[in-house]
């Protein structure tokens, strides 16, 4: 008798109005059991939210706890907070505060799961990579923008330029073009930057731009999705590729020469 795969259980914690988390990464972890053994299956739980503005923001952060809480009921392997803005629009450095409260309420469920989010998936993979400046694109409104800004700055990592398309409703967010990123990172300063953050949001759906982006550019380029997908197989103790995925799942980061 043929052998039963081994599913991994990954749980998402995501937004009401997000649809592009349960889009993007499980379509990099298809495209990965393309070319490897590990099967994946997804599990969500969701929170209240429906326009990208602070208090939206901070009373789903709120939420997440019972998320977590769900989600330990059904064993899963990993969880990954899909909402890198509402971490950073808490407080610098806010991604280890929610990533210690959402384990210990799966502690105090009893079943002890590793949690991560997008914004602390972000932030390691570019120190990870040893990335000292970057630029971005963000789909949020521009005072966001700038919290997002300061978060990355306040992790070391230098931001020469960011683009903001100034959208506050998220499911237009979502609506946005997967390929746009192709063409916007045009507009960015990327003159001796690391690398090019496409989508600096897991709700900003980007995923084909990305090989795009660096074939364009000759600069490693990274996103939201990307780098929360990264530490999902970190944390399930997986090799980290996917095709399609960018930089941070090839296996190897592109060693391109940068943009004088």
């Not at 969701?46 to 059904?74: F, I, P």
């Not at 990172?185 to 953050?197: F, Q």
């Amino acid at each position: 008798m043929a052998n039963t795969p081994d599913y991994k259980r990954i749980g998402l914690i995501v937004p009401s109005s997000n649809v592009t988390m349960e889009t993007e990464i499980p379509a990099l972890l298809k495209a990965r059991e393309l070319i490897l053994p590990e099967r994946f299956t997804f599990h969500s739980s969701r929170m209240r939210m429906k326009a990208v503005v602070r208090e939206e923001l901070a009373a789903m952060d709120a939420d997440s706890v019972r998320c977590a809480t769900e989600l330990s009921d059904a064993a899963v392997e990993v969880q990954a907070y899909a909402c890198l803005v509402a971490i950073m629009s808490m407080g610098l450095g806010y991604h280890h505060e929610s990533k210690r409260k959402l384990s210990q309420a799966t502690v105090d469920n009893g079943c002890p799961t590793p949690v991560l989010n997008s914004a602390g998936a972000l932030v390691d993979a570019m120190k990870e990579e040893g990335f000292k400046k970057v630029s971005i694109i963000c789909p949020y409104m521009k005072p966001l923008s700038k919290v997002v800004v300061e978060y990355i700055e306040n992790e070391g990592i230098e931001v020469q330029d960011f683009l903001a398309l100034e959208i506050s409703d998220n499911l237009q967010v979502a609506r946005q073009d997967p390929t746009a990123p192709a063409e916007l990172w045009r507009k960015l300063d990327v003159s001796g930057v690391d690398a090019i953050v496409a989508s600096a949001c897991v709700q900003m759906p980007s995923l084909p731009s990305l090989e795009m982006v660096e074939r364009a550019s000759g600069i490693p380029t990274i996103s939201a999705a990307a780098a929360t997908t990264r530490q999902i197989l970190q944390n399930l103790g997986l090799t980290e590729i996917a095709p399609g995925g960018g930089a941070l799942l090839s296996g190897q980061l592109a060693q391109a020469p940068k943009v004088a």
